[in-house]
C-alpha cells in the first residue's frame, strides 16, 4: 500500500513539471525538502549520527563529500536497514548466478552496480523507494497520461527483467521486456510482432533496431523513443532520428538513481525535484563538472553529496522550455574515460575530454558509420572504425584532426593506430570513447 501511495505522489508530482516556476522557488522548496528528510533519516544512520554531533542539519553541506568507495567502506553503518556488506554481496552475487535479479533481504532489494571486480557497487532500495522512483519516471517520460490517456505499449530492452515494472501492468501501459542477451533477430522478430508505442534502450541497440529497420527487417512506428544507460553519442543519435524521423530522448539514470531527462526541446535537465546537485568542477571555464547528489528520497541507502564518476557539461543558454531545473549541453561519460596524454612543456599529464576526441572523429569525414577510440597506453591511441570510402584519405583525416586538437592542447602526440570493424560484447555496455 505504502508502494503504491508513494508511486502515485511522486507520478503526480513529476506530471507537473512546471510546478516550479523560477530557481528562487525551486531552491525554497529543495531547502525544505532536504532538511525534512535529513531529520527523519540521519538519526538512523550510525555513519552520520557522528557528524550531527558536530554539524546541525541546515549544515548539511559540511558533511563529508562521499563516493562510491567510501559508500562501500562504511556500507553497514550507513544503511539505515541494518544490511551487512557480506551478506548483501553474498544474495547479489548468487542472484547474478542464476540471473535472477531481485535479490532481496528484509523486502530490501539488493542491487549490484558494473564496475571491475574490486570496484563493485551494492545498492539497496525499498519497495517503497522503486515505486517511488517509477512513478517519477513515468511521471516525466510518458506522453500521455497514465490514467486518461489512450494505452502505451512499452518496449523495454534490458539486462535483466525486473517485476517492478510488471506491476504497473494494468495502468494504461503494458511493458514487454526484451533481454539484451537475446540474438538480435529474435529481439526484432518479436519487436515487430508487438509494436511498441515508446521504445525503450540502451543506444547501441536502438542503432541496431534503427537498422533493422533500414533494410526493412523492422516495421515499427513509434511515438517516443528513449535512451537509457548508456552515453548517447551525437553520431548514433543522428542515425537513429533520421531511421525513426523524430528526437532520440534521454533518460539520465544509474544505481545511484534517476538523474535526468529530456525535455520537449530535447534538452537534457537533472531531476532537482528529487535531487541537490552540487558540481565538482573539473573545468568550469568549459562548464565540465562532476555531480554531486543528494537525493532527498533515498531513506535505506541515504545519497548524501555522493560524487558520481561522471562528467557533465552545464548548457551554456537558458532551454526554450523555461523549466528552472539545471540544464546539459550532453552527458560525456565516465571520468574513467578522460584521456590523460603526456604535456609537452612540463613535467605532468593533460586530460583530453571525451567530447573533444567525439568532435575530432565526427567531423573527420562523412563516410564514418561508427567508431570506437581506445587510448590503450600513454602514447598509444587505437581508433576503430566503421566506414565507407578510401581508407588510407580517412585516417588521415581522423589523424590531422585528432593531432590538431591535441597539439592545441599541447600534449605529446601520441602513437595512432586504425583498426576496421567494431565488436560488441553481447549485454556489455558500449563506450565510443574508452580508457584502458
Ligand atoms: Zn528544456
Not at 533477430?185 to 510482432?193: R, T
Not at 561519460?333 to 565526427?362: H, Q, T
Not at 570510402?389 to 592542447?409: F, S, T
Amino acid at each position: 500500500m505504502n508502494g503504491i501511495i508513494a508511486f502515485l505522489t511522486q507520478y503526480n508530482h513529476a506530471r507537473r513539471l512546471n510546478r516550479f516556476s523560477n530557481r528562487k522557488e525551486l531552491e525554497a522548496y529543495q531547502k525544505k525538502a532536504v532538511e525534512k528528510f535529513l531529520k527523519t533519516v540521519l538519526p538512523r544512520s550510525t555513519f552520520y549520527c557522528s557528524y550531527l554531533e558536530k554539524h546541525s542539519i541546515q549544515e548539511w553541506r559540511q558533511f563529508p563529500i562521499i563516493d562510491k568507495s567510501i559508500m562501500m567502506e562504511n556500507f553497514d553503518g550507513l544503511n539505515t536497514a541494518g544490511i551487512k556488506k557480506e551478506e548483501a554481496f553474498k544474495v547479489a552475487l548468487q542472484a547474478e548466478k542464476t540471473r535472477d535479479f531481485t535479490p532481496k533481504i528484509k523486502g530490501i532489494t539488493i542491487g549490484l552496480s558494473s564496475g571491475t571486480s574490486g570496484n563493485r557497487g551494492l545498492f539497496l532500495v525499498s519497495k517503497a523507494e522503486q515505486m517511488a522512483w517509477a512513478g517519477n519516471i513515468l511521471g516525466k517520460v510518458l506522453p500521455t497520461s497514465l490514467f486518461f490517456g489512450p494505452k502505451q505499449k512499452i518496449a523495454f530492452f534490458l539486462r535483466a527483467n525486473s517485476n517492478l515494472y510488471t506491476t504497473l501492468n494494468g495502468f494504461k501501459i503494458q511493458f514487454h521486456f526484451f533481454d539484451l542477451f537475446s540474438g538480435l533477430e529474435k529481439n526484432v522478430a518479436e519487436l515487430d510482432e508487438f509494436q511498441p508505442t515508446i521504445l525503450v534502450g540502451p543506444p547501441s541497440m536502438l542503432r541496431l533496431l534503427a537498422r533493422a529497420q533500414k533494410e526493412g527487417k523492422l516495421s515499427i512506428h513509434p511515438i517516443k523513443i528513449v535512451s537509457v544507460a548508456e552515453v548517447l553519442d551525437p553520431m548514433d543519435q543522428a542515425y537513429m532520428e533520421d531511421v525513426f524521423q523524430q528526437r532520440i530522448h534521454q533518460i539520465y539514470q544509474c544505481t545511484e538513481g534517476f538523474l535526468g531527462f529530456t525535455c520537449s526541446h530535447g534538452t537534457l535537465h537533472l531531476n532537482e525535484d528529487i535531487l541537490i546537485i552540487e558540481k565538482d568542477y573539473l573545468d568550469e571555464s568549459l562548464g565540465k563538472f562532476m555531480p554531486i547528489l543528494t537525493d532527498f528520497q533515498r531513506t535505506t541507502q541515504p545519497i548524501i553529496r555522493y560524487r558520481l564518476n561522471d562528467i557533465l557539461t552545464e548548457k551554456k543558454d537558458p532551454c526554450p522550455c523555461g523549466s528552472p531545473y539545471l540544464a546539459l549541453e550532453y552527458i560525456e561519460g565516465r571520468c574513467d574515460d578522460l584521456f590523460y596524454l603526456k604535456a609537452k612543456k612540463e613535467d605532468k599529464m593533460v586530460p583530453v575530454f571525451p567530447d573533444f576526441i567525439r568532435r575530432a572523429i565526427i567531423t573527420a569525414s562523412e563516410n564514418i558509420e561508427e567508431y570506437k577510440v581506445v587510448q590503450e597506453s600513454n602514447a598509444k591511441i587505437h581508433v576503430y572504425l566503421l566506414c565507407e570510402g578510401n581508407k588510407n584519405k580517412i585516417e588521415n583525416q581522423v589523424r590531422d584532426n585528432l593531432y590538431a586538437i591535441l597539439d592545441q592542447l599541447e600534449c605529446v602526440l601520441p602513437e595512432l593506430t586504425f583498426s576496421y570493424g567494431i565488436h560488441l560484447e553481447k549485454g556489455a555496455k558500449m563506450r565510443r570513447i574508452q580508457r584502458k
